[in-house]
């Protein structure tokens, strides 16, 4: 087995041995609502266009139990569509688990979508009220100014960072780099985490696998080797598969990525590696030469960390159970590691599960991370960020919602309860009940303000979820979509006109009573 011990479970790859069926397209498909002269074009060329279908006849049933059909589906779409040639490298989802290949050309609330494909003489027009989504290409991460970078969360949920730029009676300020100057309602702001100055990132991405290596899987228990495809900012895979990068990893780091799950999930994470081909466990010393690494191994209910070496014998330093998992397609991860410390840390949606401590010392010895799907499964990783990292855990907030005076956390377990007026300089401006206090940004572990019961749930017709490429998400009402800006409305932050290359991915959420 590949990156895993033998005695763990293993599954074949599912599907294999051949292309995938794909379901036909319903008589109701969402093309139903193209002009009909569109359609019957439609019909006729509903090969070239890419629809995801066998013909225009009538659609087969998913074979995916109902929580894992639409991300199924997703995966691939996403798959199949690598190598299409022109613009038609952006996926438009359908509700029934159709899906169309194109570039979008436009949106306003009143027409819907506006898809254009290379073969259609004249663009498409979809009611989003027949959508789930469109993952878009050609999205590129921007680079923020210097300053005082925080990592932002909203009472929804949302998130995104930026540099806090100062802050008024109703508002905080924050420059970024897909909106420029933003105003966030004080009271729909849950957390703001100031980042440590002068910290590297050192990749974030994916933008393409340029400078990744596809490693070759050699193991009949797992079955079929295949690859991980990059599509819309991430990497896909279903088959057995395994891809690698040199990233220069320092001795203090912190990566994060999203993942995303369809089926058993059965994951193997090498970290402070030295060879990117993958490494079987079960026959280690009969492979190439390669020093010590950290397999961090993921699957759909723990997850465990095994310090591999040659001629050492294969001993798990622990386990953690993620209950969660079960009930879950989606999470954010999170992998901490100090070589001084000799700790390796993980975190999921935002809490750490796990800290480990190696006895025998910090077992990585390269720079390198490498990731190895094993066959089971559908799976996405996406939005990887790796950046050094300062030895410092992050809080989820506990600062009750609706309290009335902002709570200020210094990196010391000192609290500072009262308002946050304002930012000058690297200070951040807090009074109290004793007076007011200049306090550094570098001091300051995390703010929480006042916050109102009602700013989690907030009415928005026509909402969408949007997922940027560099891992922000925020969650608006979509007021026009072109080429020139994406101008977005939501109770949060106002009016705000994003750059349209900064959205990778749109979901279209069912309005809230």
Not at 257 to 275: K, P, R
Not at 364 to 386: D, F, K, M, P, W
């Amino acid at each position: 087995m590949i990156d895993k011990i033998k005695n763990l479970p293993l599954g074949k790859e599912q599907g294999r041995g051949g292309s995938p069926s794909r379901p036909r397209l319903r008589s109701e498909s969402p093309l139903g609502q193209v002009a009909a002269a569109t359609a019957t074009w439609c019909a006729a060329l509903c090969g070239s266009l890419g629809v995801f279908k066998n013909s225009c006849g009538r659609l087969g049933q998913p074979s995916l139990p109902s929580p894992w059909r639409s991300f199924a589906v997703f995966i691939f779409a996403a798959v199949t569509a690598i190598g299409q040639a022109g613009e038609n490298k952006s996926t438009l989802h359908f509700k029934n688990g159709d899906w169309l290949r194109g570039a979008l050309a436009g949106y306003d609330p009143a027409v819907g979508v506006t898809w254009r494909h290379a073969d259609a003489t004249a663009p498409l027009q979809f009611n989003t009220g027949q959508l789930t989504g469109i993952t878009l290409d050609g999205t590129a991460v921007g680079q923020l100014a210097a300053g005082n970078l925080c990592e932002v969360q909203l009472v929804n949920g949302d998130h995104f960072r930026g540099n806090l730029a100062g802050a008024t009676a109703e508002h905080f300020l924050f420059d970024t780099w897909h909106a420029g100057r933003m105003q966030l309602l004080r009271s729909a702001v849950r957390k703001i985490a100031p980042l440590p100055k002068g910290l590297k990132t050192i990749f974030q991405g994916p933008e393409s696998d340029d400078g990744w290596t596809h490693g070759k899987i050699n193991n009949e228990a797992i079955g079929e080797s295949g690859n991980w495809r990059y599509h819309n900012g991430g990497f896909h895979a279903k088959a057995a598969a395994s891809i690698a990068r040199d990233l220069g990893l320092p001795d203090s780091s912190h990566i994060s990525f999203d993942l995303e799950w369809s089926g058993a999930m059965h994951l193997a994470f090498a970290l402070y590696t030295d060879t990117l081909q993958p490494i079987s466990l079960s026959t280690k010393e009969n492979e190439p030469d390669f020093s010590g690494f950290y397999s961090i191994q993921v699957n759909s209910y723990s997850v465990n960390l095994l310090p591999v070496k040659k001629h050492t014998p294969l001993t798990y330093l622990g386990q953690a159970t993620v209950p969660s998992f079960r009930k879950k397609t989606k999470s954010r991860l999170e992998f901490f590691a100090n070589k001084a410390q000799r700790l390796i840390a993980v975190a999921i949606d935002g809490k750490v599960i796990r800290k480990w401590f190696d006895a025998k010392g910090f077992t990585g010895e390269g720079t390198g991370i490498r990731i190895v799907h094993q066959g089971r499964g559908a799976v996405r990783v996406s939005n990887l960020r790796v950046e050094e990292w300062d030895g410092r855990f992050k809080g989820p907030p506990t600062h009750p919602i609706g309290a009335k005076d902002d709570l200020v956390k210094l990196i010391n377990n000192d609290r500072m309860q009262g308002r946050v007026n304002g930012i000058e300089g690297d200070k951040l401006n807090v009074t109290t009940v004793e007076g007011g206090f200049p306090v550094p940004l570098d001091r300051v572990k995390q703010i929480e303000p006042a916050t109102s019961k009602t700013a989690a749930d907030m009415p928005l017709e026509h909402r969408m979820r949007a997922h940027f490429s560099d891992g922000s998400r925020l969650t608006f009402k979509l007021n026009r979509w072109a080429t020139d800006g994406v101008e977005a409305q939501s109770p949060s932050f106002g009016n705000a006109t994003f750059k349209s290359g900064s959205i990778i991915r749109l979901e279209f959420q069912p309005p809230k009573k």
